[in-house]
Structures are given as C-alpha cells and as structure tokens.
C-alpha cells in the first residue's frame, strides 16, 4: 500500500490536531493521538497520508490559518517560507469557517494567489469542505488531475 508523508502546520490553536484526528477517526476532538494515519480509498487505490509534526521527506504540507485569529493568517508567509524549501505541493486552509464571528473574511484572503497555491475555508467542526485539502494534496503528489476520493 502506498504511504506518503505530510506535515499540517500553523499557529497554535488554530486546529491541526483537530484536522488530523477528525480525518483519522471522525470524531471531533484535539486529544493527543499516536494514530496519524489517514487511509484514502481513491480510484487510484488506497493511499496513505501520514501526517506528522516533522518527517525528513516531506510529500506535501497543510498550511493551516483560523478563521478566527488574525495572527495566524499573518504567520502564513513565515510557514509558506520554511516549507516551501522542501516542496512544492502545498495548500492553504482557513479552518473554523463555522464560527460565524469570523475575523479574516474570504475577500482578505490573498495569500495563496501570491504563493500560487490552492486555498479552502475549512472546518474540522462542521467537516466543511474537508476532503478538498487533502484531494488537492493528493493530485499534486501524483501529478494526476484525475484522482477522486471517497470519504
Ligand atoms: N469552532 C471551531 N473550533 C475548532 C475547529 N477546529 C478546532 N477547533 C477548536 O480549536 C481549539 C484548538 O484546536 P487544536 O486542534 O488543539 O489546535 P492545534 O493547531 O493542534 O493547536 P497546537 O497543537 O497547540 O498548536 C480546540 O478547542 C478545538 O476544539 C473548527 O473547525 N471550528
Ligand atoms: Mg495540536
């Protein structure tokens, strides 16, 4: 089975841990987990995506800002720039898109287009848009526009 490794990064606080174990386990919790794997069924086959803190090779990376926390959205270009220098296969979430007290608003989020990268409002809460990060990843690592995956 084919295993690859990711990295979800961003500011405290912002859901990564959330990210992984909503995607892992479906449950909606931040509870520390061993289990970082996340087994998609594609038409391409079962792929796994790996997700830790740090990995020596780096197939693609989450780049994660709140909704909610001006700050994080601000800290992007310092994450872009230290994981742009081990790949290029990387996107931009802006998780907690639930709250509706949102504070970085959809039409100040520009980050991505001078990165040229994909961004997602997402969230871990309500699982909005959840897959799209992960398809976009998986796209990128096979270089196949064709990949589908199901959930
Ligand atoms: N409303 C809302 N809250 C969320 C969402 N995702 C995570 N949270 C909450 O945000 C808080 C932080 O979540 P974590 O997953 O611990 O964040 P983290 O990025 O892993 O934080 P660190 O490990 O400290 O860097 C928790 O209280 C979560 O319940 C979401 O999509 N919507
Ligand atoms: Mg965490």
Same mark, same amino acid.
Do not use: I, L, P
């Given at each position: 089975m084919d295993q690859y490794n990711f990295v979800v990064c961003g500011n405290e606080n912002v859901g990564k841990t959330t990210l992984i174990n909503r995607m892992t386990t479906g449950c909606f919790t931040n509870n520390y987990s061993e289990n970082n794997i996340i087994p998609l069924n594609t038409n391409k086959g079962v792929i796994n995506m790996n997700?830790? *803190?740090r990995h020596n090779n780096v197939d693609g990376v989450i780049i994660m800002f709140s909704c909610t926390d001006i700050s994080s959205y601000n !800290?992007? !270009?310092r994450w872009f720039e230290m994981y742009s220098k081990l790949t290029n296969n990387i996107v931009l979430c802006g998780n907690k898109? *639930?709250?509706?007290?949102?504070v970085v608003l959809p039409q100040n989020i520009i980050r991505h287009l001078q990165f040229d990268i994909k961004y997602f409002d997402i969230s871990a809460k309500s699982c909005y848009n959840l897959e799209r990060p992960f398809l976009t990843l998986l796209k990128g690592l096979l270089g196949d526009d064709t990949v589908l995956i199901d959930i």
């Open positions: 997700f830790a *803190d !800290s992007v !270009s898109c *639930d709250v509706t007290e949102r």
